[in-house]
Nanobody, 128 residues
Framework: QLQLVESGGGLVHPGGSLRLSCAAASVTLANYYGVGWFRQAPGKEREGVSCISTTGGTANYADSVKGRFTISRDKNTVYLQMNSLKPEDTAVYYC??????????????????????WGQGTQVTVSS
């Protein structure tokens, strides 16, 4: 069974950077799973932030993070580099895996229902 573990969250000042990691245990992600990053702020619905296709050849972003966030991957880990962070980026960030590789087929942010395997989330707080 695919298990995903997020790490790298924390408290950062506005304008700062964080790198989140999403690691898979005992399963190879590369070439088999597209991976998405989602976030949920207090009182708001979970939203898709970014995704990367199975091979890493396609990456999609929400408009709110374009130019600031970069998604990348290696064999068993997917990264979300977050720069120029804003208070509105404060949320719990989740990674999720999709065996059907929707991210490689559509040029849009990830949609929650397309992803069947989820991590537990990591808190990101942007505050002065």
């Amino acid at each position: 069974q695919l298990q995903l573990v997020e790490s790298g969250g924390g408290l950062v000042h506005p304008g700062g950077s964080l790198r989140l990691s999403c690691a898979a245990a005992s399963v190879t992600l590369a070439n088999y799973y597209g991976v998405g990053w989602f976030r949920q702020a207090p009182g708001k619905e979970r939203e898709g932030v970014s995704c990367i296709s199975t091979t890493g050849g396609t990456a999609n972003y929400a408009d709110s993070v374009k130019g600031r966030f970069t998604i990348s991957r290696d064999k068993n880990t997917v990264y979300l580099q977050m720069n120029s962070l804003k208070p509105e980026d404060t949320a719990v960030y989740y990674c999720a895996a999709d065996a059907t590789n929707k991210c490689g087929s559509y040029y849009r942010p990830p949609l929650e229902y397309e992803y069947g395997h989820w991590g537990q989330g990591t808190q990101v707080t942007v505050s002065s």
